[in-house]
């Protein structure tokens, strides 16, 4: 026969994430996570960390679709939050309309979008964003193959190109940066939403080019190396210091998340986000990733507590925009 406290500790036992009160069992509320592969370490971090904090209590998801599968999956109404690694577009805004879905816009660190070569590549160390655009255009496929075509001191060898896939932000950002417009681009690369496996392309071929996120780049220092880019002051590598005082220029870039404004009025959506907001300098930090000021943070939470939806992005890709100037003003729907 069971006493009293076998009883009582019955009651409150936790199993998977699932807890039992008195013989019925209640499923831990979860956290929907999707998007971009950039974003996904700052995220999973902060995921972790929170979980912990929870008990076991909340449970959090994080998936990575890149950031236009994710802002599907978002606008269909069926994520909480979306990883974002440049704005909501006009399409995908529209997308989320029709949806009747409203969200909250935060950034939540800077990235150094960072072009990589393989570490016996010693003749293109530096390379300027006119050479960028001639080798990623559209015009270029089928035509610039070799690297001598770029700079006739360089090998007249086959460049074999690595970057993310059409649906990243990453893929838009750099597009948009170099060539002129999102989604711009030759078609003839190595494309992937999985970093790891553009890093292993550039790593196993002497003869590599690609790029995505800084994380991705400098836990992998030993395997591939950054070219400093030079878009008209010299070549600069993406560091803490050439982000923060914008001499990398003009691949560094602000990561969002975007919150469903109906999943907001749940208890454990704004415990986490409080979480990610109040925690984001130590944990952007700890994944190698370039914090925002405490007052985007502060001002991320008054909009999430004020439900201030819509986003401050004209353009698309947040080329070259001050942050915490952008915030104070009103969203656009």
Request: charged fraction near 20%; charge should be neutral.
């Amino acid at each position: 026969m069971l006493n009293s406290f076998h009883l009582k500790t019955l009651t409150t036992v936790i199993i998977a994430g699932a807890a039992v009160f008195s013989g019925v069992i209640q499923a831990s509320p979860i956290v929907k996570i999707d998007g971009s592969s950039t974003v996904f370490p700052i995220t999973e971090a902060v995921a972790e960390d929170f979980q912990i904090s929870k008990r076991g209590a909340v449970r959090v998801t994080v998936g990575i679709s890149g950031t236009g599968g994710g802002f599907r999956k978002f606008c269909r109404d069926e994520i909480d939050i979306v990883n974002a690694s440049r704005p909501i577009t006009p399409s995908e805004m529209e997308a989320c309309k029709q949806q009747g879905v409203q969200y909250i816009e935060m950034p939540i660190a800077y990235d150094a979008l960072t072009v990589v070569i393989n570490p016996k590549n010693n003749w293109s160390k530096t390379i300027t964003i006119a050479q960028l655009k001639k080798i990623w255009e559209p015009e270029a496929q089928g035509k610039i193959m070799n690297w001598n075509q770029i700079d006739s001191t360089w090998p007249d060898k086959r460049i074999k190109l690595y970057g993310p896939g059409a649906d990243s932000g990453t893929f838009e950002y750099f597009t948009e940066a170099v060539v002129g417009k999102a989604k711009s681009s030759r078609g003839d690369f190595t494309a992937s939403e999985d970093d790891n496996i553009l890093v292993q392309g550039v790593a196993s071929d002497h003869y590599a080019l690609g790029f995505f996120g800084f994380a991705y780049y400098i836990e992998n220092v030993k395997k591939i190396a950054a070219a400093a880019v030079d878009s008209g002051d010299g070549g600069v590598l993406p560091s803490v210091a050439t982000v923060e005082n914008n001499s990398y220029k003009p691949l560094s870039r602000p990561i969002f998340i975007y919150v469903n404004a109906k999943s907001a009025n749940k208890d454990e959506i704004v415990d986490f986000v409080n979480f990610y907001m109040k925690n984001a300098t130590e944990l952007v930090t700890e994944v190698k990733y370039f914090p925002l000021s405490k007052t985007i943070y502060d001002l991320n939470l008054d909009h999430l507590n004020k439900k201030k939806t819509g986003t401050f992005f004209e353009h698309g890709t947040g080329v070259n925009v001050k942050l915490e100037e952008l915030l104070k003003q009103e969203p656009r729907l």
